[in-house]
């Protein structure tokens, strides 16, 4: 089945610091792949996402490459800020022979960013 | 973005009472909804799939006469703890399809269960 392995937390990084979440999945056929942040208290926001190989999704300063060869979906930021504290989902949608396609969660990284 | 609201956003129960939590698309018809389950430290965990007009599709190991959900509306899904106990304790999410060909989905704010 499908599975989403990210880099377990917490992940703590003093700000303007550079980041990055290793992503791995393992999907059959070709996988949509999403970033999602929750922040405290609140639900779980699109961050960015890319749907086929190659692709480099990005958003607030935020990139993930879509890399097929390796399976893998790390996202990456050159300067966090402290607003950037949240949890980090990565994620799958693959067809699952219907019309839904279900997401597949990684279990979050929790990342603080201290001034 | 699409809006999808959920209430409440935290109950208290005692155990052996139902307790039922609203998913609203405030300003897009969703035909399809999903119910999540997030334990502390943990993933999100899909406990089934809404789709207005027509039973839901429970994910296996989901209990499907414990959490009764109903999508009566393009705009509503509920889902319905019956029965809960101290381990029903969690936090629920609802998202919602905005789109029929995209993998997308807008997250509500969760709601808070605990059972006494």
């Known amino acids: 089945g499908n599975s989403v392995t990210q880099m377990e937390g917490p992940v703590t990084l003093s700000e303007e610091a550079f980041l990055t979440i290793n992503c791995t999945y393992t999907?059959?056929?070709?996988?949509?792949l999403f970033w999602y942040v929750q922040y405290p208290g609140e639900g779980l926001q699109l961050l960015l996402k890319?749907?086929?190989?190659?692709d480099k999704g990005s958003n607030k300063g935020f990139e993930a490459t879509y890399r097929k060869e390796t399976t893998s979906f790390h996202l990456e930021k050159g300067s966090v800020q402290v607003s950037d504290s949240a949890v980090y989902f990565c994620?799958?949608?693959?067809?699952?022979?219907?019309?839904?396609?279900?997401?597949?969660f990684g279990k979050g990284t929790l990342l603080t960013v201290n001034p | 973005g699409a809006v999808v609201s959920q209430h409440p956003s935290w109950v208290i129960c005692k155990s052996g009472t139902s307790v039922k939590i609203e998913c609203r698309s405030l300003?897009?018809?969703?035909?399809?909804m999903f119910w999540y389950r997030q334990f502390p430290k943990q993933s999100l965990m899909l406990m089934a799939t809404?789709?207005?007009?027509?039973?839901?599709?429970?994910e296996q190991g989901v209990e499907k006469d414990k959490f009764l959900i109903n999508h009566a509306s393009l705009t509503l899904s509920t889902l319905t703890v019956t029965s809960a106990h101290p381990e029903d304790s969690s936090f629920y999410i609802c998202?919602?399809?905005?789109?029929?060909?995209?993998?997308?989905?807008?997250f509500g704010e969760g709601s808070r269960l605990t059972v006494l």
């Open positions: 300003d897009f018809q969703a035909t399809t």
């Open positions: 999907a059959t056929g070709y996988p949509s």
């Open positions: 998202s919602a399809r905005a789109g029929p060909n995209t993998g997308e989905l807008f």
């Open positions: 994620a799958l949608s693959a067809n699952s022979g219907g019309s839904n396609y279900k997401l597949t």
């Open positions: 809404s789709n207005e007009g027509s039973k839901a599709t429970y």
């Open positions: 890319a749907t086929k190989a190659d």
